[in-house]
């Protein structure tokens, strides 16, 4: 006998639903399925080996407040506003497979006037006249008997701010993570002006009901209930922690040059786990003991311009002969790696 659950999520927060969806996964008993449904406001997730930096513009998300959440998953990074449906299914059932979930979706989508289609191993995708336009990315897991696939469906997604978060600052960049594909995307309300959220999740909702031929009263899912429980705040603290979102990315290398009236600059990093772990700097200018001590001074501090800011006021007070090249070479320092 199959037990089901409906889940809904009342909050925005992604780091919250992210660990809501693990809570669930790591703790979900024999025999049953969930359909958990839930958005994001104004966050770029990333896969779980993916790199921050290489994937999205840090600088202008810390700008203008945009949360970055890494999953548990793999795949690639993609924009969260509220007019993203995110999906979750989640299994302990003996003969589920990912095609379950694909189908519901399809056949979700199909209830409420949407015709799509798989394409490649996870993207599902609308015919326009202008070709296939990719409208859900999904990833999948698998452990100890759980199945995991969940994934999202663009319905009136801020298509601008995507591109806008998800088109990294051109860097010197060398990393061994995944890297995304960016595909052509579109929005559901291309195809059906006024469709929203609720009329989604209504899709999925009776194409979840019909595969399993039963009915379930949703479940409604708030940050207040869960952060009682200490399994689930350890995963939240983790969550929204800077050392998961950044510092697990892949290590890499991150060379930065400019020129100044005193001289070329060229400071090379190599970052593990988010900490500068080797730097050197190269430069003409006529005293390269205040960039070489710099360079010192970075190693076995955190990859991000906080921890920098902070670095180099401290560098700068033993140099104030150099105050104003100093400054300068902070301030593009700071901006460049943000």
């Not at 199909?110 to 798989?118: D, E, L, M, T, V």
Request: net charge positive.
């Amino acid at each position: 006998m199959c037990s089901l659950r409906l889940l809904l999520s009342d909050s925005y927060d992604p780091w919250f639903n992210l660990s809501l969806e693990e809570y669930i996964f790591k703790n979900i008993p024999k025999k049953q399925s969930i359909l958990f449904l839930w958005r994001n406001q104004n966050t770029v997730v990333i896969g779980r080996a993916q790199n921050a930096w290489k994937e999205c513009n840090t600088r202008r998300m810390e700008r203008d407040e945009i949360k970055l959440a890494r999953r548990n998953s793999g795949g690639g990074a993609v924009f969260h506003d509220l007019g993203n449906t995110c999906f979750t299914f989640i299994s302990t059932q003996e003969h589920y497979d990912k095609s379950v979930s694909s189908n519901i979706v399809l056949n979700g989508l199909s209830y409420i006037g949407i015709k799509a289609i798989i394409s490649g191993r996870n993207d599902i995708v609308i015919r326009t006249e202008n070709g296939e336009r990719k409208i859900s990315g999904s990833a999948y897991r698998e452990t100890s008997g759980r199945k995991f696939h969940h994934g999202t469906l663009l319905v009136h997604v801020d298509i601008d701010k995507l591109a806008y978060y998800l088109n990294p600052d051109f860097k010197k960049l060398e990393t061994k993570g995944i890297t995304s594909i960016r595909s052509r995307v579109a929005n559901l309300n291309e195809l059906k002006p006024g469709i929203n959220h609720q009329e989604v999740c209504l899709g999925l909702t009776e194409a979840f009901f019909q595969h399993y031929g039963m009915r379930v009263k949703p479940e409604i899912l708030s940050m207040d209930n869960f952060c009682k429980i200490p399994e689930f705040f350890k995963q939240f603290n983790k969550q929204r922690d800077w050392n998961w979102n950044f510092g697990s990315a892949p290590a890499f290398t991150h060379q930065l040059d400019t020129r100044f009236d005193w001289g070329s600059v060229t400071l090379h990093c190599d970052i593990e786990r988010g900490i500068i772990r080797h730097s050197h700097i190269f430069t003409d200018s006529l005293d390269p003991d205040p960039l070489e001590i710099l360079a010192t001074k970075l190693v076995g501090i955190p990859y991000n311009n906080k921890s920098i800011l902070c670095c180099c006021k401290e560098w700068m007070q033993s140099w104030p002969q150099y105050k104003k090249e100093l400054s300068e070479l902070s301030n593009w320092l700071i901006k460049t790696i943000s």
